[in-house]
């Protein structure tokens, strides 16, 4: 089985950090994430909290590749670096779960941009975890946040247990 | 700002209890009850928006019955939501079969 490569940007990063299960990621995909994305986390790492202690695990096991960007390609906002270090490396997909950004971003690329669930529905489809593991690590993504993006986790959720049917006919 | 009255009667052991507890942060009775009221009415909002966009999004309303209850910017992102997780679980389904 080979491997796809793909770029995260830091909301990726931590919402599939809640799954515990990077090491199974790693097995299908090659994951790739600008310098921006190594910095947001290194910050978000020293809160004394449990995004900061997935954050310090994600930066301790090396699980992601970080690129160092052009300097006409840099920017201030991590999420906009991944899609410029995505459209450099040519990889077919982009994940972030930062909805408002992947609208804007939409625009500056050809390289479809995916929510993490696409991560976890991946493992399912590619036999490397269970329905039931599938469900928990979506589950497991839920975070206190507007009522908007968590309706991305119930969907998600929706989708992978009943809605195989409907998706069909879209 | 113009408000509005809302009278309530309270059980004496309510009452009660919020007086003590009112006296125990230091802020009026009235005042403590008042933004005690904001955040719950705040959290049951949230939580009917949530409901009725997942009903929207599992096919069971209308997309006019979504625009309805939201307004029509909170129902875009509502339909941006479910195009995107659509999208994502349609590409990990054709992604998987292609490397089959």
Same mark, same amino acid.
């Given at each position: ?24 990621? %790693? ?7 600008? #310098?921006?994305v190594? &910095?947001?986390?290194? &910050? ?8 900061? *202690? ?9 699980y ?6 052009? *300097? ?15 459209? &450099? ?6 994940? #972030? ?9 939409? %625009? *500056? ?17 590619? %036999?490397?975890?269970s ?16 009522? %908007? ?22 | ?32 009850? !008042?933004?005690?009221?904001?955040r719950?009415?705040? =959290? ?14 599992k /096919?069971?309303?209308? !997309? ?6 939201? /307004?029509? !910017? ?5 339909g941006?939501?479910?195009? =995107? ?16």
């Open positions: 089985m080979g491997t796809t490569q793909i770029v995260l940007d830091t909301s990726a990063v931590i919402s599939l950090g809640c799954t515990g299960k990077f090491h199974l990621i %790693k097995r299908i995909f090659d994951l790739h994430s600008p #310098m921006k190594k &910095e947001e986390l290194e &910050e978000i790492s020293k809160t004394d909290d449990k995004i900061g *202690k997935i954050a310090r695990g994600i930066l301790n096991n090396a992601l590749i970080f690129h160092d960007l052009e *300097k006409n390609r840099k920017s201030t906002k991590g999420e906009v670096e991944a899609v410029n270090l995505a459209n &450099e490396l040519k990889v077919e997909v982009i994940v #972030m779960d930062d909805i408002k950004s992947m609208k804007k971003l939409e %625009k *500056k690329t050809n390289i479809p941009i995916l929510l993490s669930s696409f991560v976890i529905y991946s493992l399912f489809e590619r %036999k490397i975890i329905h039931k593991e599938g469900l928990s690590a979506i589950q497991s993504m839920k975070a206190k946040r507007q009522w %908007k993006e968590n309706l991305i986790i119930e969907y998600s959720n929706f989708l992978f247990e009943d809605g195989k049917k409907m998706i069909e006919e879209i | 700002m113009q408000t509005k009255q809302l009278n309530v009667k309270l059980m004496p052991e309510l009452n009660k209890e919020i007086e003590m507890v009112s006296k125990i942060l230091h802020i009026p009775k009235v005042d403590w009850a !008042r933004s005690v009221l904001a719950q009415v705040k =959290k049951e909002l949230e939580e009917h928006k949530s409901f009725v966009a997942l009903e929207y999004m /096919g069971k309303i209308s !997309r006019s019955d979504l625009i309805k209850f939201l /307004g029509k !910017r909170d129902a875009e992102e509502v941006y939501i479910k195009k =995107k997780t659509d999208e994502s679980y349609k590409a990990a389904k054709e992604m998987a079969k292609k490397l089959k």
